[in-house]
């Protein structure tokens, strides 16, 4: 397929309608660290990451702590730049495309979100309106939301069941409602793409199900990309299309929960022994945790 | 373990909203749910809100200011003020004698001193606004962070060396204010560069450092002063809003006025940043340029501030965090609101240093100090929680 032809630049986010052969990512040899690569004592954080992730997909990146997986989701979003390889997003090159442009399209969700300034849930969802804002000098930098901001922003936070705190401040959340407007607020961004960093953390198991549930949806419904970084095997195993485990900035296996979901790659990658069998319901790998009388280290 | 279909946390039900008005709207795959604004109602700022907070706030200014003309070491009753600023204003008939002298204290001494307060304190109270935004404090102010002994050092250090003294060169103090300031704006700037996100804590006590090391510096120029200039600089140092001749007052107003359209030109901005680095960026803001540009603006502003009436402290940051109670947090209307609300404080402030000890004058910063000391105090020993 040909290179996707934008207009002024922007990338046509009208979902589903060309979900041609374009990856909705394309990495290529990445490698990424923190601070200069010619120092001395640099330490990669990702190293030679190649993976793909197909549009309307939801890609799972799991892996222990600091195998690379935040950082790797902060280079999907653009929030920080590799020293090596290359991202293509839906075809084009993520170092071309502007902070807004690329904003225009990804929608990330960060992992903790301390709220200072009382801000109203509804202000705050309606925030991801602004990569979409109109632009005049006559509005001075005040940019009033218009009904079409109005209607995603309400339509975001129906779906993620939080339309009736929609006075309160973010500042008088629970953990789990802040967790939920934060997505709000990235599904009001209307993108093509959702990153997620461990969006469940904070969350009971009623929303940890809901929100996952929320995902498949939007996949079903918008063709939406969906790449979510989870401590959760089990979450992982259940929901995503794919996974990808990482492994010292590394990926140590990448394909269906069923292929990577082994004994084996548990122990290559975590260094401990689990148990896997088939979820009664699903049929997908079920990760269990050792009972005391097996060995942590085989 | 996993729960089962039909399971009372299944999908459906987990996201059945509550409120009984928006259930219905959850509808099937492909439906766009209807959507009325009431969901927002009360919730985000309207136009309709933001022009009425903005008309009682100018009213109340109006009026503040009505008062503040007519206090003094001489009364002038309020009928009198209108009546001479009507024919200050049109030129009308020539007045009797008896109010000639009245008319010199109000035009000439009275009314460009609660100008200049307004000014002020708008402008200082709109940088606190910005500096709280972007550094996610709410403590930062330009006072507390050692922006303004910043550019009070820049002031001083023109004046040591003369430049200041001719009344062609006034123009140059704000510019080295301004200097001041930046150097100050650097120092932070880099530490909040450094770090992810610099601790509340730690910026403040970079204020304080910096605060120390400028005071010490305007200590040392001070006191190798002639012993009439330095006392003039301790007086001018305290705040004070002794207000210049018009056409400097004019250029000085309409300086910070242009500062303060380009702050406004930021407001929805700010918004996104105080939201966090970056959630900023992923929301599509060039987060480095913006702050450089609110940085530096702040730092004009200052400086300019600072070369006119000297360190009037917690402006910047008593003020925005009362209208913010008031009004929320958005800053299209938290920093023009602040800035009236800023601009109302400084004038009753200074009134109240003109009157309450006549026929002696206490330094309008004494005064500012004294109420945001306190406040500052209650707000990082009582609302800690809020800014963990």
């Known amino acids: 397929m040909s290179r996707r032809q934008g207009e002024g630049g922007r990338i046509d986010t009208a979902a589903g309608a060309c979900a041609d052969a374009a990856q909705a990512y394309d990495l290529s040899e990445l490698s990424f660290c923190y601070g200069r690569p010619g120092a001395q004592d640099v330490r990669w954080v990702l190293q030679d990451v190649t993976l793909q992730v197909k549009p309307g997909e939801i890609l799972g990146i799991v892996g222990p702590n600091g195998s690379g997986k935040t950082s790797l989701l902060k280079l999907l979003a653009k929030l920080a730049a590799p020293q090596m390889g290359d991202i293509a997003l839906f075809d084009r090159s993520l170092t071309g495309l502007s902070q807004e442009e690329t904003a225009q399209t990804v929608a990330f969700v960060p992992q903790e979100n301390a709220q200072l300034f009382p801000f109203t849930v509804a202000e705050t969802v309606l925030m991801g309106r602004f990569p979409h804002r109109q632009r005049s000098n006559w509005s001075l930098g005040f940019g009033w939301e218009n009904q079409d901001d109005c209607r995603a922003a309400a339509q975001a936070m129906e779906t993620m069941d939080i339309a009736h705190l929609a006075a309160r401040l973010v500042t008088d959340l629970s953990g789990g409602e802040r967790q939920r407007t934060m997505i709000a607020r990235a599904l009001a961004q209307m993108p093509r793409v959702l990153l997620l960093d461990e969006p469940t953390a904070f969350l009971d198991l009623q929303h940890q199900i809901g929100i996952c549930s929320v995902l498949r949806r939007l996949r079903d419904e918008r063709g939406l990309t969906v790449v979510i970084v989870s401590h959760d095997l089990n979450l992982a195993s259940q929901y995503c299309d794919r996974i990808a485990m990482l492994k010292d900035g590394r990926v140590a296996a990448m394909g269906t929960p069923s292929e990577v979901m082994s004994v084996e790659n548990v122990r290559e990658v975590y260094g401990c022994t689990v148990l896997i069998d088939a979820h009664p319901e699903s049929g997908l790998p079920r990760i269990t945790l050792p009972g005391p009388s097996l060995p942590v280290h085989p | ?388």
């Open chain 2, 1 to 388: 373990m996993m729960p089962s279909a039909g399971h009372p946390t299944s999908s459906s039900s987990a996201m059945t909203s509550p409120s009984p008005t928006l259930t219905p709207n959850l509808l099937p795959s492909g439906g766009h749910p209807i959507v009325a604004d009431r969901p927002f109602q009360g919730a985000i700022l309207t136009r309709s809100r933001w022009w009425a907070v903005m008309a009682v706030l100018l009213l109340l200014s109006v009026i503040l200011a009505m008062l503040c003309l007519q206090l003094g070491t001489q009364y002038i009753g309020l009928g009198q003020i209108v009546g001479l600023l009507w024919s200050a204003l049109f030129g009308a008939a020539s007045e009797p004698d008896a109010l000639r002298t009245t008319g010199v204290i109000l035009l000439q001494v009275r009314l460009p001193r609660v100008f200049l307060g307004f000014l002020v304190g708008s402008c200082l109270a709109a940088v606190g606004v910005a500096l709280q935004a972007l550094l996610r404090n709410p403590l930062a102010d330009p006072y507390v962070l050692g922006v303004s002994s910043g550019a009070a050092l820049g002031v001083a250090v023109a004046v040591l060396f003369g430049i200041g003294t001719t009344v062609l060169a006034l123009s140059l103090l704000p510019v080295c204010g301004f200097a001041g300031s930046l150097v100050a704006l650097l120092v932070i700037y880099r530490m909040a560069a450094s770090y992810d996100r610099l601790p509340i804590h730690s910026v403040l006590l970079a204020g304080v450092i910096l605060n120390a090391i400028f005071s010490a510096l305007i200590m040392f120029i001070t006191s190798i002063m002639e012993p009439n200039r330095s006392f003039g600089m301790m007086a001018w140092l305290m705040g004070s809003l002794t207000a210049p001749a018009y056409p400097v007052l004019s250029a000085l107003s309409a300086y910070l006025l242009v500062g303060l359209v380009l702050l406004l030109k930021q407001v929805r901005v700010l918004n996104i940043l105080a939201l966090g680095e970056e959630p900023a960026r992923s929301l599509g803001i060039n987060t480095e340029r913006t702050k450089r540009v609110i940085f530096l603006l702040a730092a004009l502003m200052t400086g300019a501030v600072v070369s006119f009436s000297g360190m009037i402290g917690f402006i910047g940051m008593i003020i925005p965090h009362a209208v913010r109670l008031v009004v929320g947090a958005d800053h299209r209307l938290l920093l023009p609101a602040s800035a009236l609300v800023g601009g109302m404080f400084l004038m009753v402030a200074d009134t109240m240093a003109r009157t309450l000890f006549v026929p002696s004058e206490v330094p309008v910063g004494v005064i500012t100090a004294l109420a945001g000391g306190p406040f500052f105090v209650y707000l990082l020993v009582w609302r800690k929680d809020r800014l963990a």
